[in-house]
């Protein structure tokens, strides 16, 4: 497939055939994600590839625990339930990658001094910088969905989850540091996606 296509055709897809993927899949798609661009080149992610069922389900388990407990104001089941629906449907992917963010260390020691004596403490100089960290990330999962999609897999990407962050790192036993920034299941799509409505070009662009 050209990359081309790749870019064009792929889609989020929420529904999975049950199909297991194997190994050597599962490290192309994370070999794509390492290959990214990161700043100060930190390669600052770590992945985890859940393919066992049981994890699967603790790990649903746990967004849900995550979702009830942040939503505890909501005295609405249906809202609640509705909501916990839609950030746990990759229980039903037969492999689901979470993506961790891990500390990037700035190359220039000169540069950090600066903003330290500015008052500016790790977190306030990267977002300075524009989050080149969280901007890695981003890159390696756009490259992880672009080589499932060449591979003929589906996937989606998804922050939802996110609330549960505390929940899923525990459940992983992570380190200190690695920060859960996404959740991707993965699977041979189970269906075709509507087409989707896109931004004309002159919306969003232009030549000077
Ligand atoms: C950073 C990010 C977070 C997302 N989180 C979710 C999510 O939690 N749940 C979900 O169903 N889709 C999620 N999506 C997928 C978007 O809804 C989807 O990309 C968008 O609607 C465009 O559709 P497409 O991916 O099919 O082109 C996320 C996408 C991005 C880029």
Known sequence: MELFDAIKNRRSRRKYLPDPIPDEDIEKLILSATSAPSGCNS????????????????????????????YGRINDEQFLSNRIRHMTFFKKAPLVILVFMTEMPYYDSRVTEYYASLGYDKNEMLSRLGNPDI???????????????EMGLGA??????IIARDEVEKLFN?????????????????????EKAMKELSEVFEII
């Open 43 to 70: 390669q600052c992610w770590r992945f985890i590839a859940v393919k066992s069922p049981e994890k699967i389900e603790a790990l649903s388990q746990a967004v849900e625990a995550g979702a009830r407990k942040f």
């Open 174 to 194: 992570v380190p200190n540091g690695h920060r859960l920034m996404s959740v991707i299941p993965v699977g041979k799509p189970a269906y075709s996606p509507r």
């Open 156 to 161: 989606c990407w998804m922050n939802d989850p």
């Open 135 to 149: 901007l890695s990330i981003g890159a390696a999962v756009e490259n992880l969905l672009l080589t499932a999609e």
